[in-house]
């Protein structure tokens, strides 16, 4: 930038000086060719006052004959401006120097930046040619002091560097400033997934900004969200697993320890012992087997063997099934199917469905209750419906009532022979179907399960 604006004012200065200069070398040429010397000083005198500067007549040889100051005459100018000329072949010719100590240093300022020399001198050179029948006889020239414009030039280079300087300071402390704004929200990020990789699910990142980094902060804490709630719920199901499979364990070991220790018990004593110990297996045999059910469906390796099939056939097996329980503690179950509901689904799946809903009334309604159960076609859906007058299920327990080994009363519960996992099993099936599940209780007033499958015919 610099070196353009001092390259335009050269340019100017130059074709000032070389406008001036020409229009001397016509009547300079004469009077130097005539010999009329005392004539030509006085116009050289003359227009030096007039251009500011000074003016001198060189010979082929570069002597001076003529010094508008009269101070050099006789004296060798051995400057390029003037060799180019005489030697050269030009016409004319213009150069800057720079005078210190007395001595010329020639060359371009501006050819690179350079600090400022107060003791130096700056003269600019203007030559051109004296010719005479198209052959140089001798050179004018005009020598000019730039001082004050290469002042103004070392001063615009100064304010130049210094503007430089502080934009490239702003500039390095704007990008520092953005490359943090910028670079934050993926530190932070960097860091929770290191502290995740470490175990720690909790880690969440502030959502912040717009754009990508927010819905990236956002997805991150979905994401560890998730992860969290699944270990802490795969931390409760081993929990609860591990105390399922326990409790028969424990009971049947003090039923062992009992048989074993005493060789002279009672032989109708010990025969109850053992059917405690062969409904414990059982037990332990049901609970297993969910267990496994549910690891099927989580790990997606369970497939649906879908068939055509009445829903209300499956309804009737299982009523005809559970019909022994519901006697003997003289229950009433009443079947209302309005429609045979034909439907294309994966019937043994459906089968346990309807089963554990049909059980779990049984289970938890008291003698002499009543369960209903009812099906009804809406649309293209068919809707299940399971219902007994039993204790209820408080609001407090709705929302975790299908949550794997989850118990109302679990002493209640141990005790009818539940395994805790029937409900859980029985929402899976169903989400596999495309279909829903429901409950709606009121504490000491029954529960309705209720169960909406789609009707895809095949």
């Known amino acids: 930038m610099i070196a353009l604006v001092g390259d335009y004012l050269f340019d100017d200065r130059m074709r000032q000086d070389r406008l001036q200069t020409d229009q001397l070398t016509v009547e300079t040429a004469q009077l130097y060719q005539s010999g009329q010397m005392p004539a030509l000083q006085a116009l050289l005198e003359d227009a030096s006052g007039k251009l500011g500067g000074r003016l001198m007549v060189l010979d082929g040889s ?7 100051f009269s101070e050099l005459n006789g ?4 400057l390029p401006e003037v060799a180019s000329i005489l030697a050269g072949g030009k016409t004319a010719d213009y150069g800057v120097h720079r005078l210190k100590d007395g001595e010329e240093a020639a060359g371009a300022f501006f050819s690179f930046l350079r600090p400022y020399d107060p003791n130096a001198e700056w003269v600019g050179y203007c030559t051109a040619a004296l010719t005479r029948n198209g052959s140089t006889v001798g050179v004018l020239m005009f020598s000019m002091s730039l001082q004050g414009m290469m002042q103004r030039l070392f001063q615009l280079q100064d304010r130049m560097i210094f503007y430089f300087l502080v934009a490239a300071g702003a500039s390095v402390m704007i990008s520092l400033l953005f490359s943090r704004l910028i670079t934050r929200p993926i530190v932070s990020l960097t860091r929770s997934i290191q502290r995740m990789g470490r175990g720690d699910l909790s880690v969440r990142v502030p959502v912040k900004g717009s754009g990508e980094l927010r819905r990236l902060a956002a997805t991150f804490n979905t994401m560890s969200e998730k992860l969290e709630m699944l270990d802490k719920s795969r931390n409760q199901f081993v929990s609860n697993a591990s105390h399922e499979l326990k409790t028969p364990l424990a009971t049947m070991k003090i039923l062992l320890e009992n048989i074993v ?3 002279e018990m009672d032989p109708e004593i010990r025969t109850d012992f053992l059917s405690d110990i062969n409904k414990e297996i059982d037990r332990l045999n049901m609970i297993i087997s969910d267990l496994l059910t549910l690891v099927s469906m989580d790990a997606k390796t369970m497939r649906l063997n879908r068939e055509s099939f009445s829903l209300a056939q499956i309804i009737h097996e299982n009523a005809h099934r559970l019909a022994p329980v519901a006697e003997q503690r003289r229950q009433d179950v009443k079947l209302q199917l ?5 439907i294309y689904a ?5 089968l346990q469905v ?5 059980d779990n009334a049984i289970k938890y309604t008291p003698e002499g209750g009543n369960i209903r159960v009812r099906l009804v076609r809406s649309g293209r ?7 007994d007058n039993g204790p209820g299920i408080p609001k407090g327990d709705q929302a975790h009532i299908f949550d794997r080994f989850y118990r109302v009363d679990k002493a209640r519960a141990r005790n009818a022979g539940g395994t805790g996992l029937g409900l859980a099993i029985v ?6 179907h495309g279909g829903s599940v429901a409950v709606d209780s009121e504490e000491g007033h029954g529960a309705t399960f209720t169960i909406e499958l789609p009707i895809h015919q095949g």
């Open 62 to 68: 570069g002597k001076v004959q003529a010094d508008s």
């Open 75 to 78: 004296s060798r100018m051995e």
């Open 261 to 263: 220790y005493e060789p």
């Open 338 to 342: 309005s429609d045979s509901c034909e």
């Open 346 to 350: 994966d019937r043994a799946k459906l």
């Open 354 to 358: 309807v089963y554990n809903l049909m």
């Open 381 to 387: 859906d068919a809707i299940l419906s399971v219902s």
């Open 427 to 432: 929402h899976q099936m169903v989400l596999m």
